[in-house]
Nanobody
């Protein structure tokens, strides 16, 4: 069964940091480009960060450059999104995704609801 299971995140004050974690199974993770997407209420899903296999190339949305870092560990089939310098923004739901078959993770609200 193909799975992208998200964890991490949580509550953080403005200026703080959060890390999202995505654990993949059921497909050849090491050959897939991976990405993090987000969706604000009432808006379409948009790309936040992208990382190539095996992680030598990364790309970021202009809105998060300098604040987000995507990384991957192919030995354990995980991809991460570190978010720094958090701002007072509307809540977004972040999704882990492979960029070939689109096996979406379940989503993580950032910041977490109180």
């Amino acid at each position: 069964q193909v799975q992208l299971v998200q964890s991490g995140g949580g509550l953080a004050q403005p200026g703080g940091s959060l890390t999202l974690i995505c654990s993949a199974s059921g497909f050849t993770f090491r050959t897939f480009p991976m990405g993090w997407y987000r969706r604000a209420p009432g808006k379409d899903r948009e790309m936040v960060a992208h990382i190539s296999p095996p992680g030598t190339t990364t790309r970021y949305a202009d809105s998060v450059k300098g604040r987000c870092t995507i990384s991957r560990d192919d030995a354990i089939n995980m991809v991460y999104l570190q978010m720094d310098k958090l701002k007072r923004e509307k809540k977004n739901t972040y999704y882990c995704d492979d960029c070939l078959e689109h096996y979406w993770g379940q989503g993580t609200q950032v910041p977490a609801s109180s």
